[in-house]
Each structure stands twice: as structure tokens, then as C-alpha cells.
């Protein structure tokens, strides 16, 4: 199974909106409505954002948004700010799971 | 509040075996499973594959199929992961994370377990 590809690097200023996008096949993102998005800071874990698509874990800012159309899923972060610097990762499921390239956001 | 804490690091020579373990607390263990993610040193994340915690079942991925094994010890909450034949490239942070059977997502995450391979 091949990764889903994400744009390698996003940036924005604060208060800014950035979106990345994960493109897969009718075989992964196009055939569920499982995407998930998380977000990794260096050294560290990586933190669920996003499931389901759309939905937000408790705890996770409402900047934090998720959408998909065809076999493209998108994450919107709204009002950019400092600590949303980081990488982000999408991940379907597909009887299996298969994660994106990752994108590095950088804020200016 | 829900939490995974995975064993040491480990270094190991070519063609050994490795097994990580990853303790789960503040949640009913088999209600969930628990899913294995790789990632080597400024790469991306893996999914390695998913145990129920339930029943014992599990899901590898393809590539490392005959060379992994995901199991579970309910009494103590705990699950492991053993890794043989070990090449370089399986040189990575591996993370177990809560999910994966019964839930397609992957919400918390251990720290992290270094298996560095190296002769």
C-alpha cells in the first residue's frame, strides 16, 4: 500500500489559515470516511486532531478542521498560531491503515 | 486520564529479535485495540498492525508479515510487540497507540521506544 501524498511543507502568519491536503485512491481515503489527522512536534508523540473526517477530539481547538472530497481529505487550521508548528500526518483507513508523506507547517 | 508508557530503549545486532512492551492505564484495556507505528530517524509514520485487546486478533501489514508478533497480557494490561530478524532499516521509534481495531483512529500514544540495530 503507498503512502498518501501531502504537500512536503505548508507556512502562514499568525492569524493566517494554512490547509493541507492527503490524496489517496478509491481504495483508502476515497472509500471510507475514515481519515485521520495528527500532529507531531519534534522529539515528541504524535496527538490525534482529527477523526472521522471531520471530527474534533475533546480538548482540540475548534481552529482545527477537517474535510475530505473525491479521494482528497483536507486539514484547515484557522487563526495560525505559534504552537501549531509541526508536523501533520493524515492516515486512512483501508482494511488495513496507511499513513501520508507528512507535511511540515511552518509559521512566519 | 488514559495513558501508555513503553519499555527502554534497546540496541540490537543484526538478525536478533526485539520486544516492546507498552502498559496501558486509565481505561478497560480490552475494550480497545492497540496498534503498532514505526517511524525511522526523520521519516514518517508506519503502521505496523493492530491486536484486539478483546480477543487476541490481530492485522499486520504486509511487509512485515512472518516477522512480527503483537500480543497481550490482559492481567497486566499490557502489550507487546516483537520485531525478528532485524535489519538496519528497522532502526526507528516504535509507538503503540490505542486504536485501530474497533476504532479507526489512534488516540493516546506512548513516548516512544529507540530500537537502534547496529553491528
Known amino acids: 500500500q503507498s503512502a498518501l501524498t501531502q504537500p512536503r511543507s505548508v507556512s502562514g502568519s499568525p492569524g493566517q489559515s494554512v490547509t493541507i491536503s492527503c490524496t489517496g485512491t478509491s481504495s483508502d481515503v476515497g472509500g471510507y470516511n475514515y481519515v485521520s489527522w495528527y500532529q507531531q512536534h519534534p522529539g515528541k508523540a504524535p496527538k490525534l486532531m482529527i477523526y472521522d473526517v471531520s471530527k474534533r477530539p475533546s480538548g482540540v481547538p475548534d481552529r482545527f478542521s477537517g474535510s475530505k472530497s473525491g479521494n482528497t481529505a483536507s486539514l484547515t487550521i484557522s487563526g495560525l498560531q505559534a504552537e501549531d508548528e509541526a508536523d501533520y500526518y493524515c492516515?486512512?483507513?483501508?482494511?488495513?491503515?496507511?499513513f501520508g508523506t507528512g507535511t511540515k507547517v511552518t509559521v512566519l | 486520564q488514559v495513558q501508555l508508557v513503553q519499555s527502554g530503549a534497546e540496541v540490537k545486532k543484526p538478525g536478533a529479535s526485539v520486544k516492546v512492551s507498552c502498559k496501558a492505564s486509565?481505561?478497560?484495556?480490552?475494550?480497545?485495540?492497540i496498534s503498532w507505528v514505526r517511524q525511522a530517524p526523520g521519516q514518517g509514520l508506519e503502521w505496523m498492525g493492530w491486536i484486539s485487546a478483546y480477543n487476541g486478533n490481530t492485522n499486520y501489514a504486509q511487509k512485515l508479515q512472518g516477522r512480527v508478533t503483537m500480543t497481550t497480557d490482559t492481567s497486566t494490561s499490557t502489550a507487546y510487540m516483537e520485531l525478528r530478524s532485524l535489519r538496519s532499516d528497522d532502526t526507528a521509534v516504535y509507538y503503540c497507540a490505542r486504536g485501530g481495531s474497533g476504532t479507526v483512529w489512534f488516540d493516546p500514544w506512548g513516548q516512544g521506544t529507540l530500537v537502534t540495530v547496529s553491528s
Open positions: 492516515c486512512s483507513y483501508a482494511g488495513s491503515y496507511v
Open positions: 486509565g481505561y478497560t484495556f480490552t475494550s480497545y485495540g
